[in-house]
């Protein structure tokens, strides 16, 4: 019973968290861009336009809700909520701090330590996929056509060189001990070697790449490009359907630099974050959260620098050069592995 | 130097009428039968090799006294230039048949570029051309009634001012929602595939820089035709051209292609200068080359912006590094006429004012950070292999093709034609400065890139040149009858009064006479077409703005590519539809 009341309870902080670091990662985004486009970004609401996100949700909120008479109703009105809660959900399995022990009572910071996480998130990911696809497919409009086309093919294609560099991840998981794991609290748990660590890192840019290209983000934001596409999917939505989708990318984004820090860099894992001591979880949760916000300023540095990609480009670049890439570091690392056995 | 006049007299002894020579530049009047022929021998022909076809239009002699009318209502114009030897001007004159409803023989089949020049000649004057592939209205919307450019077309909306009260029936209506939102589908051009993905482009769309709409047939993503719809900016210069003094039209002209308004004002100076046979003094001519290379880096830097914006997403930086720079363009242009974007900062015969004292001194703190400014952005898009991927190979356009279709300026330097008329055909002293014609042989987007950043960097030098050397003197030129007389004088002398008076209130009287006059602005050859009937209205007041010609190669252009270059050839293209539409 114990276990149900925390998990709600968990989820719902969660959630809040999510949604609240949703709304500041658009203005943490806005205030980058400014400073790297010479500008100053928001600044009238609230002091250093802190209050813009709260204006930004209540102006989405209080849209008038336009339902184009074209339109898949049910479909066009269920695809942006498909598009945000594999976003939201996927973050269940992420080990945000270290257990707390009161008395006999251990309070554990994720939701869900399941020994499937990596394959839950890939799972999950992939379901994010369809709220861009049945969105633009309901709307009947050529340009969100297209770009639901684009969709499809570029998270297909992205998801193949992310997929084969989990398991060489998960490959890792095996030095030393008797079995590997694909929990992510047990990866973030486990000692690596000095070398493993450097090992890891090669790998990162690629994974990064990939992470780009799952969350729709500049340079690969081809589904949406607003150039040539406008905003592609998202054309016919607007207020807070629109919101959603804008949710859906940017919660992914945490979602996906939380796991690229658990994977990568250690999760809560810092000086001070001691399991066991009273200030541990907060201290973990501290560079946790810092690891992740470090990871978005990546996302918004590219997006800030880096032409976009053509649609016929990506998928050239997924096959001809991340893919064959990703196996050579899997064929690499099983080596390693194997050589480190005892 | 071979002789045009002379050489068509003895090849075409009867379909030659008249020929002259004015302003220097010689005009030829022939027989509409013989224009094909004359069109192609003119084309063909080694020493005269007339392969540009800068301008065609058509002048509607009917309230006109002066001068042979030949027997026709309706005369064609038509500018030719040759390429080879240094956009030699030649101006052909075609008195149509047909009366009223004039007919021509269409030239398209010469000049490829005069598809939509006679579109447009259809459109404004209702000249039939026999044999155009493609006849139909391109400005004005199919369902206007009449041709807007013929001088028994009423002016329209003459009423009274003031004379509106409450009970009139237009405010019957007024806050009261009268239309029916009424969708009407468009027809889908006939020679597209229904098969195919047709998607509407514009006239409301990001990447089409202003009101351009694009019929795009797709096959996935792959384009398969194009059909442009101009039109939508259309204001009618050309008709306000005709009803205003000669000074008062030089407002009108930075509303043309308003990212660069002082090349505009500049062209339209020079052809009335031309017509009136003057020339600005030495330092007015200074600060005007000054003003128009100014003017030239800031209607690239918004080329580049936009471009990069299109090609690389709202993120990217460099759209506002480049509007920075701007920015401090815009600011010297305020010091000097107190306007940013449609500054009228020229007039007839010099410049409106002196420079202020303020001015060198940040020009050249400008000139110096500029060169820098231009590394920067090389180094964010040259060595990055996104944009290069992005724009080698795309919108490739042959040096043939731009010849034929009458593409000018840096998209014609981008095909390997080096043919820039500061050169060839120098105007405002251009041939005392040192400077260079970029030009890159590959004919594709990043050609045409590479143009434009190296134009920017040779803008810089003529630039330095100009400031260093700008001579002392008068701003414009000193003829009551031209320009105004000097402040002070107006208080001494009656005689500066009457001129002060005289000039304002009835204007400048060129004598009878025609003259064509181009420049290399931004985007290509600006030109201005005037024809004087000795009155303070011009008569003809004839527009040639580069992005028109520009704009037609579109389809050539982005066949067999992708959508998402459709947007980086627009771009390339550098269109500004005020410039297109007029």
């Known amino acids: 019973m114990i276990i149900v009341i925390t998990s709600v309870i968990k989820s719902l902080v969660l959630i809040l968290l999510l949604l609240t670091g949703f709304a500041y990662l658009t203005y943490y985004e806005r205030k980058l861009l400014s400073r790297f486009q010479v500008r100053i970004g928001p600044n009238r609401a609230g002091p250093r336009g802190l209050l813009q996100p709260v204006a930004d949700a209540v102006k989405a909120i209080f849209k008038e809700e336009v339902v184009p008479d074209h339109v898949d109703k049910v479909v066009y009105l269920l695809a942006p909520a498909l598009s945000l809660i594999p976003a939201l959900v996927a973050f269940a399995v992420v080990p945000l701090a270290p257990d707390l022990t009161i008395g006999n009572f251990t309070l554990r910071f994720h939701i869900a330590d399941v020994n499937i996480a990596l394959l839950y998130i890939l799972a999950i990911t992939s379901v994010g996929t369809y709220g861009i696809i049945l969105g633009g497919w309901s709307s009947n409009n050529n340009y969100s056509l297209l770009g639901a086309l684009r969709t499809a093919s570029q998270m297909i294609s992205y998801e193949l060189p992310m997929g084969i560099i989990l398991v060489a991840i998960i490959l890792t998981t095996n030095i030393g001990r008797e079995t590997g794991t694909l929990s992510l609290v047990e990866i973030v748990n486990q000692d690596r070697p000095w070398w493993l660590w450097l090992w890891l890192w090669l790998a990162f840019p690629m994974f990064f790449i990939t992470m780009l290209a799952e969350s729709n983000r500049s340079p690969f934001d081809l589904p949406e490009t607003e150039n040539e596409l406008i905003a592609g999917f998202q054309i016919e939505y607007g207020g807070i359907k629109f919101a959603l989708y804008f949710m859906a990318e940017y919660i992914s984004m945490i979602t996906g630099s939380a796991i690229m820090a658990t994977l990568f860099f250690g999760g809560w894992h810092g000086p001070f974050a001691t399991p066991g001591t009273w200030y541990g979880p907060i201290v973990g949760f501290g560079w946790l959260v810092l690891k992740i916000i470090v990871l978005l300023f990546l996302y918004i540095w590219v997006r800030a620098s880096m032409p976009r990609i053509r649609y016929d480009q990506l998928l050239q670049f997924c096959w001809k050069i991340l893919t064959p890439l990703s196996i050579a570091y899997l064929i690499l690392t099983a080596i390693i592995v194997a050589l480190a056995a005892p | ?582």
């Open chain 2, 1 to 582: 130097m071979i002789d045009p006049i002379a050489t068509l007299r003895e090849a075409f002894p009867d379909a030659v009428l008249d020929s002259t020579v004015y302003r220097d530049t010689p005009i030829v009047t022939i027989k509409a039968d013989a224009l094909l022929e004359v069109g192609r021998f003119l084309r063909d022909e080694p020493g005269l090799s007339y392969n540009l076809l800068s301008d065609l239009t058509v002048v509607d002699r009917l309230k006109l006294n002066h001068g042979q009318d030949f027997g026709s209502r309706f005369h064609g114009i038509y500018q030719l230039r040759s390429i080879e030897r240094n956009g030699d001007l030649l101006q052909l004159k075609v008195p149509l048949p047909g009366g009223d409803d004039p007919v021509a023989p269409s030239v398209t089949g010469i000049w490829p570029t005069a598809t939509w020049h006679e579109r447009e000649a259809y459109d404004l004057f209702g000249v039939r051309y026999e044999g155009h592939p493609d006849l139909r209205r391109i400005l004005l919307p199919p369902d206007w009634q009449g041709h807007p450019l013929r001088k028994d077309m009423p002016l329209g909306g003459e009423r009274v001012p003031f004379s509106v009260t409450w009970d009139d029936e237009e405010f019957a209506f007024l806050g009261k929602q009268i239309m029916k939102a009424e969708q009407r589908p468009e027809p889908v051009p006939g020679r597209m595939d229904p098969k195919h993905m047709i998607v509407n482009m514009g006239p409301q769309h990001p990447a089409t820089h202003g009101v351009l709409r694009l019929i795009v047939e797709l096959d996935g993503e792959r384009v398969v035709g194009i059909e442009p719809d101009i039109g939508y900016l259309h204001s009618g210069f050309e008709k306000q051209g005709e009803n205003v003094r000669y000074k008062d039209f030089v407002y009108y002209t930075d509303r043309m292609d308003y990212v660069s308004a002082m090349q505009n004002n500049l062209a339209y100076c020079l052809a009335v200068e031309k017509l009136l046979g003057i020339e600005a003094p030495p330092r007015a001519q200074g600060i005007r080359v000054i003003m128009a290379e100014l003017q030239r880096i800031a209607s690239h830097l918004v080329w580049l912006a936009t471009h990069a914006l299109d090609v690389g997403g709202t993120g990217l930086s460099l759209l506002m590094y480049a509007f920075r720079e701007r920015e401090e363009i815009l600011d010297l242009f305020e010091m000097v006429c107190g306007a940013r974007l449609t500054t009228s900062y020229m007039r007839i015969g010099g410049v409106d004012q002196d420079l202020p004292p303020a001015f060198a001194p940040r020009l050249r703190e400008l000139l110096a950070i500029l060169p820098e400014r231009f590394d920067e952005y090389e180094r964010m898009l040259s060595r990055s292999p996104i944009w290069r991927h992005r724009l080698i190979g795309i919108g490739k356009l042959s040096k043939e093709d731009a010849i034929a279709y009458g593409v000018t300026g840096p998209m014609l330097r981008g095909s390997g034609v080096k043919y820039d008329l500061r050169k060839a055909q120098p105007y405002c002293g251009y041939d005392q400065y040192d400077f260079e014609i970029p030009c890159y042989p590959e004919g594709d987007s990043y050609a045409r890139y590479l143009v434009r950043m190296g134009e920017m960097r040779q803008s810089v030098r003529i630039i330095q040149q100009a400031l260093d050397n700008l001579p002392e003197g008068d701003h414009i030129i000193d003829d009551p009858k031209i320009a105004p007389p000097k402040r002070q004088l107006l208080d001494q002398s009656m005689e500066a009064l009457i001129h002060h008076f005289k000039l304002f209130t009835e204007g400048i009287r060129p004598p009878v006479g025609e003259a064509y006059h181009g420049i290399e602005a931004s985007k290509g050859e600006m030109g201005i077409y005037l024809v004087s009937d000795g009155g303070p209205h011009p008569y003809r007041c004839r527009v040639r703005t580069p992005s028109f010609s520009n704009l037609q190669v579109i389809e050539l252009m982005s066949k067999g590519h992708l959508f998402s270059d459709i947007v980086t050839i627009i771009g390339t293209i550098d269109i500004v539809l005020g410039d297109v539409d007029r």
